[in-house]
């Protein structure tokens, strides 16, 4: 809990301003259409609810203790990272602001004779998330020391990530991946709504109506980042196989129309390689095939590249063999999918991507140079763990 004398909870909602006074030894657990604590805080952390509709939010922290220093970094919703350890001494207060997507599987209802559906098909792991409800939640974690909340609603451009497991929010511990990252990594002007899923692909995106909602959500301005690639090479998954010359592209430049369409910027990412070295200790490729066709289209069309695949494969040349695990899932055993440390550095290479090669986008990059050949070790990048964990690993591979 935090240890502050009094948690003040300023609440602008969109159908207008209200102010909640709350006292920390008497905070109450979450109550539906109202606000409160989730279960299983502790004195390293907890998460903290409040009952929003869907839209962009801006959220203003006050950190700091009148008693005691504080080391406090603050999550939202499937473990987003939004601030990354804010230190504050003894009497200290700070604020920092971010910006935070909420969203309920909602569709607007087709009409009764057009095909579709009223909602995003969510399965009982989404259904475990944070994400895909009517509240915002908050983790506070490290030694959290919060004297205040104030959230509001905003009108900002959006980032938009459409991709599979190493793109998504992960719900739990160990698993991370670099869409969750990125908004520690930007500025308090935009915001990153990742609708990324894991073991989708750029058909079953379409099918299972994520694509639907992201559509319904973008504005003119805002930008969708796509990348597929690991589970659409699957030849044995036949209903959502895609060919790197002909299909793969294809699907592609339909994403990237629907996005122009709504006044949208379209960027395409390639897909991350798998930590797998030969004798030589180089990474061997297993998406080369439809990296490539993602550096053809992204130039016969004009759209900007972040060419993550050739920085990932940089990132772990430059770990090694006997370093890069630590970088991964599971304790290493997991060669595609990331823990905290690994995806912090996939999303610094994405963020230095857009500094470099994205010039309407690069004021809102905030985190420093990037070098994917010279990687920071996991001892600096230290990112306090979420309170939830899981055995089981993300879908696809």
Known sequence: MP????LFLMLAAAGGGETIVLNRDSLQPYQAASHGVEPGGNAQGFAYSIALPEG??????????RTRAGDTTVKAEARRLMLRSVRTRKGEEVERRFLVDVRTPALPPPPLTAPGGDRVRIDGRDAQEFTWDDKLTLEFLGQPAVRSIRVEPVTA??????GDSTVTDQYAEPAASWGQMLP???????????????????KSFLTSLRFDKLLSAMRPG????????HNDQKQQWPQTWVAPDS?????????????????AHPVLVTSPERRNFDAQGKIIDTLSDYAAAVRKVAAEDGVPLIDLNADSRAIYEALGPDVAPAAFNDGGKDKTHHNNYGAWLLASAVAQRIRD??????????AGAFAPAKPP????????????HSDQRPAGN
């Not at 986008?361 to 905030?366: D, G, I």
């Open 56 to 65: 962009r939010y801006r959220v203003t922290v006050r950190l700091g203790d």
């Open 157 to 162: 451009p959006a980032i938009f990530l459409a």
């Open 184 to 202: 520690a990594l930007l500025d308090d002007r935009i915001v990153v709504a990742n609708h990324a899923k894991s073991g989708e692909t750029l």
């Open 377 to 388: 070790t996991a001892a600096q990048v230290a990112i306090v763990p979420s309170l939830i």
């Open 357 to 366: 090669t994205i010039p309407a986008l690069a004021p809102h990059v905030s």
């Open 3 to 6: 240890s502050s004398a009094a």
């Open 222 to 229: 805002d930008w969708l980042f796509i990348q597929f690639g």
């Open 247 to 263: 299909t793969y592209p294809a699907y592609l430049r339909a994403d990237i129309a629907e996005a122009r369409r709504r006044g």
